[in-house]
């Protein structure tokens, strides 16, 4: 789960990580009311979305004086804000977050992720703060360092005064700069984060460490444990087939293509999905049904997939283990007959009751195209999509 740069922000002022002063708005008269607030002669107008690179796309703007303040947030609130990560679509910005100005003297950045090679936390730092992590890695990949955390034992002062070395942090700053990354580290413990970005971390000219930009994302699997975290949640940013598809218990991300897939575990859905490629098509999806589903949860599951105008055709690749074959065949009927499909669909069906399940699907009177491996209905739905398209 994603939250916003505020309430990134407002999280490690609870941990006494330093961040700039700042407020929200959802109107330009906000804006101008929270610029007043914090006084000052120069002010920051940033966009609020789930997706970086918004500075390079016209999402964060600089202010002299409060009238500039109104304008930017008027120009931006409501703009539709393309980055390199929203996609050519982009992402409607609903408000901004207006902040004091920093006098910077130096950018770097640091970031903690969770290693699953390692079972450990890996502290990533570098020099190159204010940029693009993966183009640092492209053009100057000696300015990255990475120091793993043994979970037991936790961040010591020995793993801090190496970051502070590589990142040649001043011997007057490093007591700050050691409050800092162990603030953020327990921070990251704490509240279950999977990820936390600051970009840039920020040493000012008045020798003071601030997180001048930061990014969060928590384990869904935990937040269970964090009723502040899920209140934070923002739907409006998430995609609404993939919010709908969470409420079933359903695992979905959408995708550019135009045939969907419906699967049972996720690794079968990620050979599938490989597969359709090696065929030459590409999956509108990722769907995972699960191993306990429902005859009704397969049929939303349908359902969700042809809620994607781009779907041309639909893939349902099921090995019955836990899941049963039939009850695969009763929700896929069931779903088909109620949106009224019109669109090829190919079903492979293998293990518990399969033959029951093949038997229900060909006696539905439905146009399905049964599949008797993974190849075979890869290479079926292929060919039944370029057919109805030509």
């Known amino acids: 789960m994603n939250i916003h740069e505020y309430q990134a922000k407002a999280i490690l002022a609870q941990y006494n990580v330093p961040v700039p002063r700042g407020g929200v708005a959802y109107t330009p008269a906000e804006a101008e009311a929270v610029a007043q607030k914090l006084g000052g002669k120069l002010w920051v107008v940033k966009a609020q979305i789930h997706a970086g690179g918004r500075g390079k796309a016209g999402g964060v703007k600089l202010a002299k004086t409060i009238d500039e303040v109104s304008q930017h947030a008027a120009k931006m609130i409501g703009m539709t804000l393309v980055t390199h990560q929203t996609g050519p679509v982009g992402k409607e910005v609903k408000r901004v977050y207006i902040e004091e100005g920093s006098n910077i003297a130096e950018e770097m950045y640091l970031s903690m992720i969770v290693d699953r090679a390692t ?11 204010g940029m693009d992590i993966e183009e640092v890695a492209e053009k100057y990949p000696q300015k990255i360092f990475m120091i793993g955390i ?32 162990t603030n953020l580290y327990r921070a990251f413990i704490e509240k ?92 509108a999806n990722f769907l995972d049904v699960g191993g306990g589903a429902t005859k009704e949860k397969v049929t939303e599951a349908f359902k969700i997939i042809l809620s994607d105008s781009s779907v041309e055709g639909i893939l349902v690749n099921i090995f019955g283990g836990i899941m049963r074959c039939d009850i695969i065949a009763d929700g896929v009927i069931a779903a088909a007959r109620e949106v009224s499909l019109d669109v090829p669909l ?45």
């Open 150 to 181: 043994d979970p037991v034992s936790g961040i010591q002062l020995f793993h801090i005064r190496k970051l502070a070395f590589s990142l040649k942090i001043k011997k007057e700053l490093q007591g700050k700069f050691a409050e800092f990354v």
């Open 119 to 129: 079972s450990r936390v890996t502290i990533m730092a570098s020099s190159e703060g």
């Open 346 to 390: 190919v079903v492979r069906l293998e293990g518990t009751n399969v033959e029951l399940g093949k038997k229900m699907l060909a006696t539905s009177g439905l146009p399905i195209l049964p599949a008797d491996n993974l190849a075979d209905a890869a290479q079926r739905i292929v060919d039944a999509v370029r057919k109805a398209a030509a």
């Open 192 to 283: 279950d984060v999977s990820q936390l970005e600051i970009n840039p971390l920020v040493i000012t000219k008045e020798n003071n460490i601030i997180a001048l930009d930061a990014k969060f994302n928590f384990d869904e699997n935990a937040l269970y444990r964090h009723q502040d975290v899920t209140e934070l949640r923002d739907e409006d940013e998430e995609d609404p087939l993939e919010r709908k598809a969470a409420k079933f218990g359903l695992s979905y991300v959408k995708m550019d293509g135009n045939i969907g897939c419906m699967v049972n575990g996720a690794g079968l859905a990620m050979a599938t999905m490989d597969i359709i490629k090696y065929y030459g098509g590409l999956p």
